[in-house]
């Protein structure tokens, strides 16, 4: 059974850290593209960033360019989302999502989990 479980989450207030973890099993998601995302009540779906799990190449929405990294542990099958200088706006679920190699869709998704921020 193929899981993305996210953890992590949590209250901190403006100008603090966080750093969110995504645990993969039941597959080798090597050719994926791990991906963050995020969503703020009453707000669509926003794209953070995600990681190529081969090669480690990561990119990142202009949104959170310069404050949130995306890293990945391969021993552990773990993604991380470091966020720094995290601000109110911040505030959303956040999951991740792996896609496969030349794919445009999800295949699989975490549950959430939520951070936020508070001023």
């Known amino acids: 059974q193929v899981q993305l479980v996210e953890s992590g989450g949590g209250v901190v207030q403006a100008g603090e850290s966080l750093r969110l973890s995504c645990a993969a099993s039941g597959r080798t998601f090597s050719s994926y593209a791990m991906t963050w995302l995020r969503q703020a009540p009453g707000k669509e779906r926003e794209f953070i960033g995600f990681i190529r799990w081969s090669s480690g190449t990561t990119y990142y929405a202009d949104s959170v360019k310069g404050r949130f990294t995306i890293s990945r542990d391969n021993a552990k099958n773990t993604v991380y989302l470091q966020m720094n200088s995290l601000k109110p706006e911040d505030t959303a679920v956040y999951y991740c999502?792996?896609?496969?190699?030349?794919?445009?869709?999800?295949?699989?998704w975490g549950q959430g989990t939520q951070v936020t921020v508070s001023s």
């Open positions: 999502a792996a896609r496969g190699s030349g794919s445009t869709e999800y295949a699989y």
